[in-house]
């Protein structure tokens, strides 16, 4: 008997098992067309990373610090054979806009404010996210003010909860959110703006550190470097400040709304250490937990992996297929 492969059953079997040297073993999806463009928010240019087809369940990916959607660049096209991927850089990181100082406040309020346009700027109503570093704080706001558009959560070493900030390197931020009128307080933290705490962030905690490209910090600290940019970076680790209040808002969320949550958390992170993963648990019935031997920024060493753990999550959720 004779099957008919018809154009449209290729994809699915491409990323189907396929037997190899004897061994079942499942393909790699196809490398998938992104496209690199821009959202009028405001007065603002939103760039941002699109993939995949407009009509498939919607993936929002929110970066971190010190970053941009530059850390998606490999997530994208693995998952975008299935979903409609989107990772928009905030004001004043990648290529989105940098107004001064004195036009905008760079607060994580109006950071998750700019998001939250930005996604009816593009339609999206219905959403899963990925949540890393600061884009807790963004998504968490996101998820609080429109729980109905939230499918599931992603967490790759995102904070919400009060252990997840008792370790040293929190203690010279919280000095400054004691003292926020403090120059010298201030003036303490512009050596997390430097390239050497830029590279550490990528390399600290890495079993191999030759998966570790150099482009990413290389080109984080490009866009850090640009005149005023570590001004408004130290206006955002005030800002932080405001997050912790938070908290139990975000944590009577999960609690009520149980989002379905997968957490993919690099477990040597000194900056989000697995003390802040693990209250998750408290309040989260649908959690599924994987602790990856990985840095902060655990793409780039297990993306793959990731991806992997995603695509199946993902799968299995309403609305996710």
Do not use: C
């Not at 999806?29 to 407009?54: H, L, Q």
């Not at 941009?68 to 998952?79: E, G, V």
């Amino acid at each position: 008997m004779i099957r008919t492969i018809s154009p449209g059953m290729i994809l699915p079997l491409f990323a189907a098992l396929t037997l190899e040297q004897g061994l079942l073993v499942r393909a790699a999806p196809p490398s998938a067309e992104v496209r690199y463009k821009t959202a009028k928010v405001g007065d603002m240019d939103i760039f941002y990373r699109e993939s995949g087809p407009k009509d498939a369940p919607t993936v929002l990916l929110l970066h971190g610090f010190p970053t941009s959607s530059q850390m998606f660049r490999n997530l994208i096209p693995a998952l975008a054979d299935r979903y409609h991927v989107v990772a928009p850089d905030y004001p004043g990181f990648g290529h989105s806009s940098m107004p001064p100082r004195d036009r905008f406040a760079y607060t994580f309020d109006n950071l998750a404010k700019v998001i939250d346009d930005f996604t009816a700027k593009l339609g999206l109503t219905r959403y899963a996210l990925y949540v890393q570093d600061y884009g807790a704080p963004v998504g968490y706001r996101l998820a609080v003010a429109h729980p109905e558009r939230v499918t599931a959560i992603v967490v790759q070493n995102g904070n919400a909860y009060d252990e997840g900030l008792d370790n040293d390197f929190w203690k010279p931020i919280k000095a400054y959110w004691k003292e926020p009128n403090s120059r010298e307080k201030r003036d303490a933290l512009r050596s997390f703006l430097t390239y050497d705490a830029t590279r550490w962030q990528y390399t600290h905690g890495v079993k191999d550190p030759e998966l570790v490209s150099p482009d990413g910090p290389a080109h984080d600290q490009f866009l850090l470097d640009r005149e005023g940019n570590d001004e408004i970076q130290l206006d955002l680790f005030l800002s932080y400040g405001s997050n912790p209040p938070l908290y139990p808002k975000w944590q009577a969320y999960f609690r009520e709304r149980q989002p379905p949550m997968l957490i993919v958390w690099g477990k040597n992170d000194q900056i989000f250490p697995v003390a802040g993963a693990e209250p998750y648990k408290r309040d989260l019935k649908t959690l599924e937990y994987h602790l990856l031997d990985a840095g902060h920024f655990a793409l780039e060493t297990n993306g793959a992996e990731i991806a992997g753990l995603m695509r199946e999550f993902l799968g299995t959720r309403p609305g996710g297929k």
